[in-house]
């Protein structure tokens, strides 16, 4: 009789355990899965990556001339550009594809130091030390190659007194508004292979979708350390990217 009551208890345990996992919440190994069958619902994430090359890029360079006159310092900047343009459409750029920016003007001074005669600092004196004129080049094209060299070979015309800094490529993707809408399109299918998948593992079927969201774009450098931001990162300084997006959904549980 003792043992009749130990397996009557047994069997009563068992029967609570499964009423209580048959409520539970359900995760896969992953955390992707969220399901409940006291609200007859699955919630699934579905993601997509995509790697592409980017179709344009942005240079710029910047030259500068500093002179005690500012007439003088303005003749020998408008020379310099005059200079970077030959340059420029001699390597092959059209006119169209880059621009001068307004040229900038400072002042310079310099600082000169008044001593006793015990050698004791008694004053500085600000002195105006000329006009430091600067200016930046800047080409928007879509031969990604040539504008590469062309942001290494221009400190060449340090040669001929031209004293250019050449700043890193920056790459863009003008397609991208496509690249997201089939991101997108992408993603919402692997969420639906997880949720059906989930569900009829559990001997269900899926219904309609009561609700769904998406993540912000992540478009990273392709094998780069950049990571990912509540707000989303866009990298622009690698011609090779890698973009990812998430979906969130939400279905019915038949």
């Known amino acids: 009789m003792s043992k009749f009551k130990n397996y009557s208890v047994l069997a009563a345990a068992f029967i609570v355990s499964v009423v209580i996992f048959s409520t539970a919440v359900l995760l896969s190994t992953n955390g992707r899965y969220f399901f409940s069958s006291q609200n007859s619902d699955i919630s699934v994430t579905g993601s997509a990556s995509m790697d592409f090359t980017s179709d344009l890029v942005v240079w710029e360079g910047e030259f500068k001339k500093h002179e005690m006159d500012l007439k003088e310092a303005y003749g020998l900047i408008k020379n310099d550009k005059k200079v970077i343009r030959e340059f420029l459409i001699s390597k092959g750029v059209s006119e169209g ?24 600092l008694v004053d500085r004196e600000s002195i105006p030390d000329g006009y430091e004129l600067s200016q930046r080049i800047k080409i928007n094209s879509t031969e990604i ?71 912000v774009f992540q478009i990273l450098g392709a094998n780069s350390n950049d990571s990912f931001s509540w707000g989303g990162t866009l990298n622009t300084h690698h ?8 979906v969130k959904q939400r279905y019915e549980v038949e």
């Open 239 to 246: 011609k090779h990217k890698t973009a990812f997006v998430n």
């Open 97 to 120: 594809d880059f621009s001068f920016l307004a040229i900038g003007i400072q002042q310079k001074f310099r600082t000169e130091n008044h001593f006793n005669s015990e050698g004791d």
């Open 145 to 215: 190659d040539l504008v590469e060299r062309i942001s290494n070979e221009v400190t060449e015309l340090i040669e001929q007194d031209v004293f250019i800094s050449s700043f890193s490529p920056k790459y863009f993707y003008t397609r991208l508004g496509e690249l997201k809408i089939e991101m997108i399109r992408r993603a919402a299918e692997d969420g639906v292979l997880r949720a059906t998948t989930a569900v009829e593992g559990g001997r269900a079927s899926l219904g309609g979708l009561l609700e769904t969201s998406i993540g």
